[in-house]
């Protein structure tokens, strides 16, 4: 009888569940950020100076009320949303669990906090008004669509 080609599971020993701890698992997070990876490339061609003052104008009252969530974090986390057709929810959950998105969106060190509250994106559709979304939006597509699609879930 022929033998059957098999695949060999990996020769790591089970670990039970219960003894598996996060502090054991490996990361790479003591070395750079990749500058190939898409989100970063990406953050180095967008005008956020110009995207920022688009959505600034759109504010309504600036003086009084609590300070407003960053411009770039706002406008970041909608074009990630965007470029990869997440729900609000799904966006901040990617952002939180993604160092290269925390990047784009402007931090400067990797945080498993949330960046905000994911009803926040009501707030940011309801300040931008259609001229001022068609606005990004052109300006965005400006970059060409194949500069903007992650090649991978960086």
Known sequence: MPKSLKFRASKVSYVIEKQLIIDGFDTHFSTKLDPTKS?????????WDKLVSIYNSSQKNSKLGADSINPRVAIGSIIIKHICDLSDRETVQQIRENMYMQYFIGYT????EEPFDSS??????KRLSIDKI???????LSYSESQLIP????
């Open 151 to 154: 090649a991978e879930s960086s």
């Open 109 to 112: 060190c990797f945080t498993h």
């Open 39 to 47: 989100w970063v490339i990406l953050s180095k061609k967008i005008l």
């Open 120 to 125: 926040l994106f009501v707030g940011f559709r």
């Open 134 to 140: 068609n606005e990004i939006n052109g300006m965005i």
